[in-house]
């Protein structure tokens, strides 16, 4: 081997090690800029800062919905996209509990971040992300972060009842997800078919608006024709009982039953929305024979 072939590997080793020690000590560029990444750090209700982030259209779909649900008058977002409400005594109908709910959002101490999904087949119309912890290694700024992940697509395909679907409609969920978020609230219930403790609070709110309450959180799913030309699909259903208007609840008030459905494979998120239902989905043959059995025994007992 000569010793000029070594004097080029040993100058090529060195250059490498010199351009390995060059990378490790250059600084890493910001995702954000400078205000922007202090703004990580703020607690309440905001826009994503990135590339999930809601575009004007699905920012004003939002919050036409939480005013509506709330009353609030001037909720708004800022030019960093935080929710504001700038006077919280000027509201116009609304229910008390969603107002409750929103601002121990906005005032809390950590983040809600609002996310775009659309035409996600992991999401079915919304749910809670998992937390973030941040810690700027700098100073003490540091954020606890929950993504409410949004599918607005998903809410196109909603059949049934347009009560129903009114009382599932894009501000109803958001509430839903800030009672996981904010709350501390669970879907988890002993009975299987009951409405869980996000929707016992959602279902006050709805109770305040005069809307149908939800009666289960974990969806029925059978084959169904979704139209009478189309052929059968795997279908969730959900039902929901109106009050009639001027009566307590709790009375002998709710005498309609309500239902919406959406077709599984195009609204996804499978695992959301039938966390209980384990069993291959039935047909409507079948459902109707049950019901007829359950009715024949009712009558015999």
């Given at each position: 081997?000569?010793?000029?072939?070594?004097?080029?590997?040993?100058?090529?080793?060195?250059?490498?090690?010199?351009?390995?020690?060059?990378?490790?000590?250059?600084p890493v560029q910001p995702v954000t800029n400078p205000q922007q990444h202090q703004q990580i750090y703020q607690p309440g209700v905001r826009n994503s800062f990135d590339e999930h982030a809601l575009n004007a259209k699905e920012m004003n779909l939002v919050l036409n919905q939480l005013?509506?649900?709330?009353?609030?008058?001037?909720?708004?977002?800022?030019?960093?996209?935080?929710?504001?409400?700038?006077?919280?005594?000027?509201?116009?109908?609304?229910?008390?509990?969603?107002?409750?709910?929103?601002?121990?959002?906005?005032?809390?101490?950590?983040?809600?971040?609002?996310?775009?999904?659309?035409?996600?087949?992991?999401?079915?119309?919304?749910?809670?992300?998992?937390?973030?912890?941040?810690?700027?290694?700098?100073?003490?700024?540091?954020?606890?972060?929950?993504?409410?992940?949004?599918?607005?697509?998903?809410?196109?395909?909603?059949?049934?009842?347009?009560?129903?679907?009114?009382?599932?409609?894009?501000?109803?969920?958001?509430?839903?997800?800030?009672?996981?978020?904010?709350?501390?609230?669970?879907?988890?219930?002993?009975?299987?078919?009951?409405?869980?403790?996000?929707?016992?609070?959602?279902?006050?709110?709805?109770?305040?608006?005069?809307?149908?309450?939800?009666?289960?959180?974990?969806?029925?799913?059978?084959?169904?024709?979704?139209?009478?030309?189309?052929?059968?699909?795997?279908?969730?259903?959900?039902?929901?009982?109106?009050?009639?208007?001027?009566?307590?609840?709790?009375?002998?008030?709710?005498?309609?039953?309500?239902?919406?459905?959406?077709?599984?494979?195009?609204?996804?998120g499978k695992s959301d929305y039938f966390a209980f239902s384990k069993r291959k989905p039935k047909l409507d043959s079948e459902i109707a024979q049950q019901k007829s059995l359950s009715q024949v025994?009712?009558?015999?007992?």
């Amino acid at each position: 081997m000569s010793l000029r072939f070594i004097l080029i590997v040993t100058v090529c080793m060195a250059l490498i090690v010199v351009c390995l020690i060059g990378a490790e000590g250059r600084p890493v560029q910001p995702v954000t800029n400078p205000q922007q990444h202090q703004q990580i750090y703020q607690p309440g209700v905001r826009n994503s800062f990135d590339e999930h982030a809601l575009n004007a259209k699905e920012m004003n779909l939002v919050l036409n919905q939480l005013r509506r649900k709330t009353g609030f008058v001037q909720m708004r977002f800022d030019d960093a996209g935080f929710l504001r409400v700038d006077d919280r005594q000027d509201f116009v109908g609304g229910s008390v509990l969603a107002r409750k709910l929103v601002l121990a959002a906005i005032d809390g101490k950590n983040a809600v971040v609002l996310q775009s999904h659309n035409c996600s087949q992991e999401i079915g119309f919304a749910r809670r992300g998992y937390e973030t912890h941040s810690s700027h290694w700098r100073t003490d700024l540091q954020i606890i972060a929950t993504p409410i992940e949004i599918d607005f697509d998903d809410f196109k395909h909603l059949h049934g009842h347009s009560e129903a679907i009114a009382a599932f409609d894009l501000g109803f969920v958001i509430l839903h997800e800030l009672c996981h978020a904010v709350l501390g609230l669970s879907d988890y219930s002993a009975k299987l078919n009951s409405a869980g403790n996000c929707e016992n609070y959602v279902n006050g709110i709805r109770r305040e608006l005069g809307v149908p309450e939800r009666q289960q959180y974990a969806a029925n799913v059978s084959l169904k024709k979704m139209f009478s030309f189309s052929p059968s699909v795997e279908t969730a259903t959900l039902h929901f009982l109106q009050t009639k208007p001027g009566r307590r609840h709790g009375s002998r008030a709710k005498t309609k039953t309500l239902f919406l459905r959406w077709e599984v494979q195009l609204v996804g998120g499978k695992s959301d929305y039938f966390a209980f239902s384990k069993r291959k989905p039935k047909l409507d043959s079948e459902i109707a024979q049950q019901k007829s059995l359950s009715q024949v025994t009712s009558r015999e007992e």
